[in-house]
């Protein structure tokens, strides 16, 4: 998410909105890569996970680790980092998550949030408070005639996002580790019966939404300087995109966080007659936007009547 | 007068009707049974009726009343009162804690915490007592809810529903799991309802138990009505037996 | 001596907000992760009246007070309804909201920097400067509340807060008006909050919105559900013990830079060890997990 900008301009001409719709699909991608993670693991353990964000933030460190602190290529530090982001949430759910399988919701609701403390602060201990940049060249490419610029970074980030969304899709809807997904996610008791290992999907799902969050770190830290706090800022938006697209709803993740990329870029360069929202409130944008929606429509965005949403 | 009515009612789930334009009336002070394959819609008619679940379109009339637009502890003031096919008792709560949360004259507001409550609070305890008493409960009174045996907190769930004095009863499968005793002491109990005037709504798939004790008959399948009558008119009822595929007779 | 009594009052001060908490999570079972918010509303609305216009110390304390438990009402009217998963998420997003808020209203709040010198309580002219009367007027205070708390959690309206927590369905069931039961308790526990804010700015006569972030909204949650959530004791517990150990902390010969984490990668550890083998807390029952 590109930081702020000067403008000077305070009429709405099309290059000066198209660059703000630019950053929003940016962030927007990012955003629904995120939510698509939290909305797997919703899915199948019915919990909002709040590690997710500090899950993406350690891919992004592991990522740099390998990358700069060792200076290895680029596709191998990729998957060392995956592989070691791997190791670490399977090491969380087999000895944190997996106890708890049966406790009330509020638990590993509870639990994800010491899991979030925890890896932010080993994170701060390992790595200090200071921004890391991933990259030193950027290069940057002249779109639709010269009116808005794009860096090479964010056609990346673009074309990733919608790789890894396809990909996912068929994941879920061709192979078996992804049907199983499904079939747990929609009734726990049923897929047992029809002998689908559940534990075992589980763990698969953990390792999916953490590959998901890995990733969008990974593609994060390239636009962005890395620093541990970014992790609870990711998370944030990626609640905010699942609980407006409809919870549990893939889907929903991905236009939940597409709206909130596009709503914090845009907001603030709108007028409002003479108001402009200042760009320091971009951060809570996401979250007016939420508590607003829900607060006028007690359905969600896909419409669900209320007493299924809401509680029963 | 019908003490419960209920006119075209609809309540659909994604794409389903789990109840497709359903009539039928309650007679005030009646035993009724409301019977019917698995999937028929009769816990959603429960859930519809009490307001846990929104209709969809529909009247629903509670002493010749709309009541369909009450949110659902508004429609259990006025005189319903209901048991959960799933047991619904509030777990780390005592028994005697269960049963006194159903009294409709605790003082329970919020601002009544700051008037005198201790004696009425007596007065409640020792009539908790006695319901507890009526299902063999009293000295597990102070034990928390979910250390009771199955067959215990199915007793106490009906018992808290007595406890609040409503007018109408829906219990929802009372037999299931529950042994002979125990079965006994709820028909016991169902029995007494009656002589005092209450209207009872039985979901159930024990049909001894549904012949034995029901004045009436409603057969529900996919979400509908199909069949209405004493015991033995839907005993050989053709609809009902196509229903069922052949009516079973547990026990 | 100086410095036990400031940490001794301290303690209270967070007794007292963790009281309010425990009211909302351990009694009704409502997972809100914004309580903080409602204290920092308290701190600053006292510190603001005080400070820019004067305003004597009662006036900011029943002013911190009552906005607190206004924006209970506010924030609460549209989240009572939510399920757990949506409430931790708006009251997750509500905590962040008022910190943005804080730092952006310069004008107002002071901006990052926050308020300075605020001065401490004084009733009519009796200015409470020494630490020691500062620590027995927040006793009273705590010992109010505390007494509060004892009539709500054992009066019948307590029992329905229970009910709520424990089946709402059934609640609901037998009459309970259980939306209206949250959104009274809510506003009483962010009152509460609001209160322990405005004892908190007199205080430490400084406050910013680092003070009140989210890292403080775990410190409360780990304090009330270590202590036991649901139990009358176990925030008293919760705060006593873990603010010990963390300023304890302070002592260790470590720089900055690695006793900051430290601190937290412990605070971390024992939320996830409490929460797998005792959830209820150290003053909690021992849980019998035969759910049906």
Request: charged share 15%; glycine share 8%.
């Amino acid at each position: 998410m590109p930081s702020t900008f000067c403008y000077t301009s305070t009429v709405m001409d099309p290059a000066f909105l198209a660059k703000f719709v630019l950053n929003g699909l940016i962030a927007g991608s990012l955003y629904a890569i995120l939510a698509l993670g939290l909305a797997l693991i919703y899915g199948v353990l019915r919990f909002v996970n709040i590690a997710h964000g500090e899950i993406a933030i350690t891919g992004a460190y592991a990522f740099y680790t390998f990358y700069i602190l060792f200076g290895w290529p680029l596709i191998p530090s990729f998957f060392a980092a995956i592989a070691v982001l791997f190791i670490i949430v399977i090491i969380i759910e087999k000895c944190t998550f997996l106890p708890v399988r049966d406790a009330p919701p509020h638990i590993p609701l509870i639990l994800s949030i010491g899991i979030s403390l925890l890896l932010k602060n080993l994170l701060l201990l390992i790595y200090q408070p200071y921004a890391r940049s991933l990259t030193t060249n950027v290069k940057s490419f002249a779109i639709f005639s010269d009116i808005i610029r794009i860096t090479d970074i964010q056609i990346i980030i673009l074309i990733s996002s919608v790789v890894l969304m396809l990909g996912l899709w068929a994941f879920l809807k061709y192979t078996r580790s992804g049907k199983a997904i499904r079939a747990v996610s929609d009734n726990k008791e049923v897929a047992a019966i029809l002998g689908i290992n559940v534990n075992r999907t589980i763990t698969i799902t953990f390792l999916v939404s953490a590959f998901l969050a890995g990733t969008a770190g990974i593609l994060a830290a390239f636009d962005q300087n890395l620093h541990p706090n970014l992790g609870t800022f990711f998370a944030i938006k990626a609640f905010a995109a699942v609980i407006l697209g409809s919870i549990g709803s893939i889907p929903g993740a991905v236009i939940g966080g597409y709206i909130i990329g596009l709503a914090e870029n845009l907001l603030i360069a709108i007028p409002f007659g003479n108001f402009y929202i200042p760009s320091s409130y971009k951060d809570a944008i996401a979250f007016f936007i939420l508590l607003l929606i829900l607060y006028i429509k007690p359905t969600d965005l896909f419409g669900k009547k209320a007493e299924e949403v809401i509680r029963n | 007068m019908p003490i419960l009515k209920i006119q075209h009612l609809v309540k659909r789930f994604g794409g389903l009707s789990a109840i497709n334009h359903c009539n039928f009336e309650i007679t005030e002070n009646s035993i009724t049974s409301l019977i019917g394959p698995n999937g028929a819609g009769k816990t959603t008619m429960f859930d519809v009726i009490t307001g846990l679940s929104q209709h969809d379109s529909g009247e629903i009339y509670f002493k010749e009343n709309p009541i369909g637009a009450l949110p659902a502890y508004k429609r259990c003031r006025l005189g319903i009162a209901r048991t959960h096919q799933a047991i619904r008792i509030f777990p780390e709560l005592t028994a005697l804690e269960n049963i006194m949360l159903a009294f409709k004259s605790n003082k329970e507001s919020l601002f009544d915490i700051f008037t005198p409550f201790k004696k009425h609070q007596k007065k409640l305890k020792e009539k908790a007592f006695e319901y507890l008493r009526m299902i063999n409960l009293h000295e597990k009174a102070h034990e928390t809810a979910i250390s009771l045996s199955y067959g215990q907190q199915k007793l106490l769930e009906i018992m808290r529903a007595v406890a609040t004095d409503a007018d109408l009863f829906l219990l929802d499968e009372p037999a299931a799991g529950v042994n002979r005793t125990m079965l006994h002491t709820i028909i016991n109990i169902i029995k007494r309802l009656k002589q005092e005037g209450k209207t009872i709504v039985i979901v159930e798939h024990d049909m001894n138990f549904v012949m034995d004790l029901s004045e009436k008959v409603i057969v529900m399948d996919y979400g509908k009505e199909i069949a209405e009558g004493t015991p033995s008119e839907i005993q050989n009822n053709p609809k009902v037996l196509e229903a069922y595929l052949g009516v079973k007779h547990t026990n | 001596m100086d410095y036990f009594l400031t940490i001794a009052t301290l303690i209270l001060i967070f007794i007292i907000l963790n009281q309010s908490y425990n009211l909302i999570i351990g009694y009704t079972g409502m997972v809100h992760l914004g309580h903080v918010a409602f204290m920092a509303i308290g701190a600053y609305t006292s510190a603001i009246l005080t400070t820019a216009y004067g305003t004597p110390f009662w006036f900011g304390l029943l002013s911190g007070i009552i906005l607190a438990a206004l924006a209970g009402l506010l924030l609460g009217i549209p989240t009572v309804r939510f399920r757990d998963d949506y409430l931790v998420a708006a009251t997750l997003g509500m905590g962040e909201i008022i910190k943005i808020i804080l730092i952006n209203e310069r004008q107002f709040t002071g901006g990052s920097t926050g308020i300075p010198a605020i001065a401490p309580p004084d009733f009519f002219g009796l200015v409470l400067k020494n630490n020691f009367y500062l620590f027995i007027f927040t006793l009273v205070i705590t010992a109010l509340i505390m007494l509060f708390v004892w009539r709500l959690t054992h009066s019948p309206f307590g029992k329905t807060l229970e009910a709520v927590r424990e089946d709402e369905t059934a609640a609901k069931s037998l009459g309970k008006n259980t939306n209206l039961i949250r959104l009274q308790i809510l506003i009483i526990g962010a009152g509460i909050a609001g209160l322990s804010g405005v004892l908190y700015a007199h205080t430490t006569q400084f406050i910013d919105p680092n003070v009140f972030d989210v890292h403080r909204m775990i410190f409360v949650l780990l304090q009330v559900v270590f202590g036991g959530s649901g139990t009358f004791w176990g925030p008293v517990v919760g705060t006593v013990t873990l603010f010990t150990v963390f300023e304890t902390m302070r002592f260790l010969p470590l720089p900055p830079h690695i006793m900051g984490p430290m601190r937290w990668i412990i605070y971390s550890l024992i939320l996830i060890l409490i929460i797998i083998f005792k959830p209820t807390g150290i003053m909690g029952k021992k849980l019998v997990r035969k759910r049906l």
